[in-house]
């Protein structure tokens, strides 16, 4: 069936450096993914989107990429702090939209650990 | 405060007891879902409600009662669980525009054990 996955259980990132949490999609008809960042004791937190049409999207010291040929998606962070640490998920929408998020598909996280 | 606010943030149970989780949203959202996240796997939707209207159900026993009387409430009734529904209870919601939804806007969960 199709899914979504993370690489990767745990990442560890010294300060300062920049961060890449890998995920790996299989339905070629997603045409919309998400990262979120779920610290603990929290629900997860949205923190950028990208649609198929782009390959690259920028926010604030976050980058997501996007390779459609080989479905793969990546978060990128740069300077990594300590309130990076966290579990961050990416999702994609089935359904190829965004009029519903009942399709959304979430893969099982990847533990970003901060270390001074 | 994340806009959307859950009420228990823990609650134990037993097997036989009922009790009902709650959700509300501030951010004038029309659409909400309950998910359950579990140790080590991904969030799994449970429902959805659009204009208070239920849109999903991803054959969750029917132990699980959902119940939305406006669009800024949500409910869980819970009744007779088992163990392994233990897990942490998500809602979320989100907003339908023409050009498609916002992102989902999630609270900080109902953290459940049934003994």
């Known amino acids: 069936g199709e899914s979504v996955g993370l690489h990767l259980p745990t990442l560890s990132v010294q300060e300062g450096d920049n961060s890449i949490i890998n995920c790996a999609y299989s339905?070629?008809?997603?045409?919309?993914f998400i990262w979120y960042k779920q610290e603990s004791g929290k629900g997860p937190q949205f923190i950028i989107d990208?649609?198929?049409?782009?390959d690259k999207r920028q926010g604030q010291r976050v980058t997501v990429l996007l390779n459609k040929t080989v479905k793969h998606l990546s978060l990128q962070i740069a300077a990594t702090q300590p309130g990076d640490s966290a579990v961050y998920f990416c999702?994609?929408?089935?359904?190829?939209?965004?009029?519903?998020?009942?399709?959304?598909?979430f893969g099982a996280g990847t533990q970003v650990v901060v270390t001074p | 405060e994340t806009g959307v606010t859950q009420t228990p943030r823990h609650l134990v149970m037993g097997m036989t007891n009922k009790k009902s989780l709650k959700c509300e949203q501030h951010l004038g959202h029309n659409a909400m879902y309950w998910y359950k996240q579990s140790a080590k796997k991904p969030l799994e939707l449970m429902f959805v409600?659009?204009?208070?209207?239920?849109?999903e159900n991803n054959s969750v026993p029917s132990r699980f009662s959902p119940e939305c009387p406006n669009s800024s409430h949500l409910f869980l009734h819970l009744h007779t669980l088992q163990p392994e529904d233990s897990a942490l209870y998500l809602c979320a919601s989100s907003q339908a525009r023409p050009r498609g939804n916002s992102p989902l806007h999630f609270g900080n969960g109902t953290r459940l054990t049934v003994t």
């Open positions: 999702a994609e929408n089935s359904r190829g939209t965004t009029d519903s998020w009942g399709k959304l598909q």
């Open positions: 339905n070629s008809a997603s045409d919309y």
């Open positions: 409600y659009n204009f208070k209207e239920q849109t």
């Open positions: 990208i649609r198929s049409n782009m």
